[in-house]
């Protein structure tokens, strides 16, 4: 469903699992940083929100969303948390530019959750111009990096609970 037609930020909250015993990592981009700094405190505020300590939440930066499969990969390594969240912000400018950091980071993003024994979600907003950008980073749209956290919260108690 497109974000146009759904709150990114609006959960319910009976579905979201308790976060007070989990770990994240979340990696996030410079680049079009007005937008990722937004990204990343939407996910913070949600994460502590649902009980994960500070302590718990290991945040790493990279120069741009091509970086952050690799980045993603090392602070899994370093950190072992129960799921790494990936933020970053791709405009479409006037070059084919944009097709291709879009289409590396889905691979790779991609590539991680099936090399890895823990999910790494895919916060990436991708957009055809700043104000979509800015809808979706805490504007009228909601917050992906709030969606991201909520996803990675999830997703790491769906791991939790398959592999008891």
């Given at each position: 469903m497109s974000s146009s037609l759904k709150n990114l930020s609006d959960h319910d909250p009976a579905s979201i699992p308790d976060g007070s015993k989990m770990k994240f990592g979340i990696v996030v981009s410079e680049w079009n940083e007005e937008i990722t700094a937004a990204l990343l405190n939407g996910a913070l505020s949600r994460l502590k929100k649902?009980?994960?300590r500070e302590e718990n939440i290991h945040v790493k930066t990279v120069p741009g969303s091509f970086e952050l499969p690799y980045g993603s990969r090392i602070v899994a390594e370093q950190?072992?948390?129960h799921a790494v969240i990936c933020l970053g912000?791709?405009?479409r400018g006037e070059?084919?530019?944009?097709?291709y950091i879009c289409q590396g980071v889905t691979k790779g993003i991609t590539e991680l959750n099936l090399d890895y024994d823990i999910p790494f979600i895919f916060g990436v907003l991708t957009t055809?111009?700043?104000q979509q950008a800015l809808d979706r980073s805490g504007g009228k749209h909601g917050n992906k990096g709030d969606e991201a956290a909520v996803t990675?919260?999830?997703m790491a108690a769906f791991r939790n609970i398959l592999l008891q």
């Open positions: 649902e009980g994960v950190f072992s948390p912000c791709v405009i070059t084919s530019h944009f097709d055809e111009n700043q990675a919260l999830k």
